[in-house]
C-alpha cells in the first residue's frame, strides 16, 4: 500500500494563478480531509468528505474548492492564489469520523508570490 | 480563539529521562483527545488517544493523561529516545460534522542523546 500520496511536494505561484493539489489514497477509507498547516497555528481544517460525492466545509475554506468523484482522490483546487494562501497543505484520510486514527499524506509546500 | 493550546513550543529533554508534554482545551463539548508526532518533511503520524470517560491510556513507552476538570491533557514518554525528537501536536474532537479535529499549534521534542 502506497497509502496516501501528495502532488506536487514543491509549488510556487503567482497572485491569482489557479491550481489544484492532487490527494490520491489506496486503504478505501470513506473520510478524506485537506489541513493547512501554518506556523504558530498547528493544523486547520479545510475540507473534507465523509465518501464520494460528499464535501462540507472545514475551519478555513475560503479560497478553496473541493470535490470527491471516488472513493480513492479528493483533489484540493485554489481558484485564485493570494499570498495568505503560503502554507503546507496535508490530506488525510481514515475510515470513520475525524477522531479515528487519520493517515497523512508528506504534504505539499505552496509559497504564493 | 484558540480552543486547544499548546503552551510550550519546546521542550529539550535528556535521554533516558521522561518528557511529559502539555496541552489545554477550553470547549467542554470535546470528549475524545489525540496525540500526533511529525518529522519534518513527513505528515503527522497518529500516536495516542484517549477518550473522555477514561483519565489514562497507556501504549509502550507513551500514556496520555486527562484532567476534564481543569481541561487538560498530558502526553508522558518514558524512557525518552533520540527518535522521539519531532513535533508533537495535541488534538480534540467532539460532537459535531463528522467529529473534526481541532489541532494545537504543536511542540517541538528534542531528545539530546
Known amino acids: 500500500n502506497a497509502g496516501v500520496t501528495q502532488t506536487p511536494k514543491f509549488q510556487v505561484l503567482k497572485t491569482g494563478q489557479s491550481m489544484t493539489l492532487q490527494c490520491a489514497q489506496d486503504m478505501n477509507h470513506e473520510y478524506m480531509s485537506w489541513y493547512r498547516q501554518d506556523p504558530g497555528m498547528g493544523l486547520r481544517l479545510i475540507h473534507y468528505s465523509v465518501g464520494a460525492g460528499i464535501t462540507d466545509q472545514g475551519e478555513v475554506p475560503n479560497g478553496y474548492n473541493v470535490s470527491r468523484s471516488t472513493t480513492e482522490d479528493f483533489p484540493l483546487r485554489l481558484l485564485s492564489a493570494a499570498p495568505s494562501q503560503t502554507s503546507v497543505y496535508f490530506c488525510?484520510?481514515?475510515?470513520?469520523?475525524?477522531?479515528?486514527?487519520?493517515?497523512f499524506g508528506p504534504g505539499t509546500r505552496l509559497t504564493v508570490l | 480563539d484558540q480552543q486547544v493550546k499548546q503552551n510550550s513550543p519546546s521542550l529539550s529533554v535528556q535521554e533516558g529521562r521522561i518528557s511529559i508534554l502539555n496541552c489545554d482545551y477550553t470547549?467542554?463539548?470535546?470528549?475524545?483527545f489525540l496525540w500526533y508526532k511529525k518529522y519534518p518533511a513527513e505528515g503527522p503520524t497518529f500516536l495516542i488517544s484517549?477518550?473522555?470517560?477514561?483519565d489514562k491510556n497507556e501504549d509502550g513507552r507513551f500514556t496520555v493523561f486527562l484532567n476534564k476538570s481543569a481541561k487538560h491533557l498530558s502526553l508522558h514518554i518514558v524512557p525518552s529516545q533520540p527518535g522521539d525528537s519531532a513535533v508533537y501536536f495535541c488534538?480534540?474532537?467532539?460532537?459535531?460534522?463528522?467529529?473534526?479535529?481541532?489541532f494545537g499549534s504543536g511542540t517541538q521534542l528534542t531528545v539530546l542523546p
Open positions: 470547549n467542554s463539548m470535546f470528549d475524545y
Open positions: 488534538a480534540a474532537s467532539g460532537y459535531g460534522s463528522a467529529r473534526q479535529l481541532t
Open positions: 484517549i477518550s473522555s470517560i477514561k
Open positions: 488525510a484520510s481514515n475510515t470513520g469520523p475525524h477522531h479515528n486514527e487519520q493517515f
